[in-house]
C-alpha cells in the first residue's frame, strides 16, 4: 500500500481530528467483519484475494511499522510478523499458506498497536499529519478489498449495521448512452503539490485533449443486458483477439456476479436484476468490447479527469466534481453505506460542471489508459507502490466506488488492475471522439 507524497511546506496537522479518522476507520473496520464467523473469516475464498482475517493482522501490521515505528521511532510491537504481512512480498494467492494470526490474535494486534500510537500521539502531537492521513486511507482501501472477498465468497445473510438505503433517480432513469459533449482544450490533471496524494497521482501537469464525448453516466444494468441478450457476448467482431481468448477460455457469458435467470448476487443474497442501477463487476474486457458494439471506446484517463473536474466557465480544475467541499451522501454513493451501486442518475447534487453525473462513487470506471507515471513522476518513497506496475498490464481505473471512503476517493486518485479482472467494483462509462 501506498506511501504519501510529502508536501515541501507542511502544515501543522490537526492532530485530534486524525486521532478521530483513525477511530472512526476502525470502527467500520470491526463492524465490517463482525457479522463473519471465524471459519469464514480465516478461510481462503477465491485465489485472487488474502483471507479476511490476513487483512485484519495486515492493517495492524502497517500501522505498526508506519505510525509505531517510522513515526514514533519506536520498535514494532510485533516486528516478527513484518513479513507475513507485506503484500508486495507474498502476493495474494500464497497468503493462505502463511503463518498469520488467527481471529482474535489479529484482533489483539490492531487494539495493541492503535494504544501505542495513541500514547505516541498524545505525546508529540502528529507532525504534518501525512503519515496518520496515509494510515486512515490504508485502513479504509482495505476495507474495500475485504468487501471484494465478502462478495466473492457470497456470504448468504452478510447484512452489516450501518445499511442504508441509496435515493431513488428523480425523473425518466439513464441508460448510459446519454452524451455529454466536451470542449476541447488544454486542463490541469493530477493532485496539487500540497496536501496529501499518492506518488502516481503527482505532478499537476497541463493536457491539451481534443475535443471529446461522455456518458452522462455509467452504463446501466438494463443496457448491459441488452447487449449481452443482443450477443454481445458471441459478435467476434466486437472483441480485441486477447479479449476473445479470455472470454472464450472462462466461458464468460455475463458480468460476474449476474445469473443466467435475471438475478446478481450483491451483498448478502441473490436479488432480481435492478435495472436502473450501473453494471458492475465486468472487465476491462467486457467493457471494451460493449463499447465497440456501440460505436464507442472508453474515455481515456485525461478525458475522464477533464469531464470530472474541469469548470468550462472559469478553465480552473475543481478538487470534486462539484466543487470544492468533500463528499457528502447527497453528492455520491461512498462510504459502503448502501452497500451497493445506486440507480444511475441519483446523485444530480454530485455532477461535474461538464453535466457528467456519478463520476465518483457507485462503480469504479474502467478508462482505455494504461497505468502509466505522469511527466515528471518521482516514486515516493519506494518504487514497490506505483512504479513497478506502470506498463501495459494494467489499466486504470477512477472514481471510486460505493465500497470506497469518501476521504480516498478523489478524481486524482489511481486504482489499476488487470484487463480480466472483475472482482472488483467496476463499470464503465463511453466515450467517442467529438
Ligand atoms: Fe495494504
Redesign the pocket.
Known amino acids: 500500500?501506498p506511501p504519501p507524497t510529502t508536501a515541501s511546506t507542511a502544515p501543522t496537522a490537526d492532530t485530534d481530528a486524525l486521532l478521530d479518522g483513525l477511530d472512526v476507520a476502525r470502527e467500520r473496520t470491526l463492524a465490517l467483519v463482525e457479522p463473519v464467523c471465524a471459519e469464514d473469516l480465516e478461510r481462503v475464498h477465491s485465489t485472487l484475494m488474502s483471507p479476511l482475517v490476513w487483512d485484519l493482522g495486515?492493517?495492524a501490521a502497517?500501522e505498526d511499522l508506519w505510525l509505531v515505528h517510522r513515526f514514533g521511532g519506536e520498535p514494532m510491537l510485533r516486528g516478527e510478523y513484518a513479513q507475513v504481512y507485506d503484500?508486495f512480498e507474498t502476493p495474494r494467492a500464497e497468503r493462505g499458506d502463511l503463518p498469520y494470526l488467527r481471529c482474535a490474535e489479529a484482533h489483539t494486534y490492531l487494539a495493541d498497536v492503535r494504544t501505542r500510537v495513541r500514547e505516541l500521539t498524545d505525546a508529540r502531537g502528529a507532525g504534518d499529519g501525512l503519515l496518520h492521513e496515509l494510515v486512515i486511507r490504508?485502513e479504509r482501501?482495505?476495507q474495500e478489498t475485504m468487501l471484494q472477498t465478502i462478495m466473492l465468497a457470497r456470504l448468504r445473510d452478510y447484512d452489516p449495521r450501518w445499511r442504508v438505503e441509496p435515493p431513488q433517480a428523480a425523473g425518466a432513469a439513464p441508460t448510459g448512452l446519454e452524451w455529454i459533449d466536451v470542449q476541447g482544450g488544454p486542463f490541469d490533471m493530477g493532485a496539487p503539490a500540497e496536501g496529501f496524494a499518492y506518488d502516481n497521482e503527482r505532478p499537476r501537469h497541463a493536457v491539451d485533449v481534443p475535443a471529446f464525448r461522455i456518458g452522462r453516466t455509467p452504463i446501466t444494468n438494463a443496457t448491459f443486458l441488452h447487449f449481452v441478450e443482443g450477443g454481445g457476448y458471441q459478435r467476434r467482431e466486437w472483441w480485441t483477439d486477447e479479449a476473445w481468448h479470455w472470454k472464450e477460455q472462462y466461458d464468460i457469458t455475463h458480468p460476474l456476479h449476474w445469473t443466467d435467470d435475471g438475478r446478481e448476487w450483491r451483498i448478502g443474497g441473490y436479488e432480481p436484476l435492478d435495472p436502473t442501477r450501473p453494471v458492475v463487476h465486468v472487465s476491462w474486457f467486457e467493457a471494451d468490447a460493449f463499447a465497440r458494439a456501440h460505436g464507442a471506446r472508453l474515455p481515456t484517463e485525461v478525458e475522464w479527469e477533464k469531464a470530472a473536474t474541469w469548470d468550462q466557465d472559469t478553465g480552473a480544475t475543481r478538487p470534486y466534481p462539484w466543487g470544492s467541499e468533500p463528499p457528502t451522501r447527497e453528492r455520491a454513493n461512498l462510504d459502503q453505506s448502501g452497500c451497493g451501486p445506486a440507480p444511475a442518475g441519483a446523485y444530480p447534487a454530485g455532477a461535474a460542471p461538464s453535466g457528467c453525473q456519478g463520476m465518483l462513487g457507485d462503480v469504479w470506471e474502467w478508462t482505455y489508459s494504461d497505468f502509466r507515471g505522469y511527466p515528471g513522476f518521482r516514486a515516493h518513497p519506494y518504487r514497490e507502490y506505483s512504479e513497478v506496475f506502470f506498463g501495459a498490464d494494467y489499466r486504470v481505473l477512477r472514481g471510486g466506488s460505493w465500497a470506497t471512503s469518501g476521504r480516498v476517493a478523489t478524481p486524482t486518485f489511481r486504482n489499476w488492475d488487470h484487463p480480466q479482472r472483475r472482482q472488483i467494483f467496476a463499470g464503465f462509462r463511453i466515450a467517442s471522439d467529438a
Open positions: 500500500m495486515h492493517i502497517f503484500a490504508h482501501q482495505h
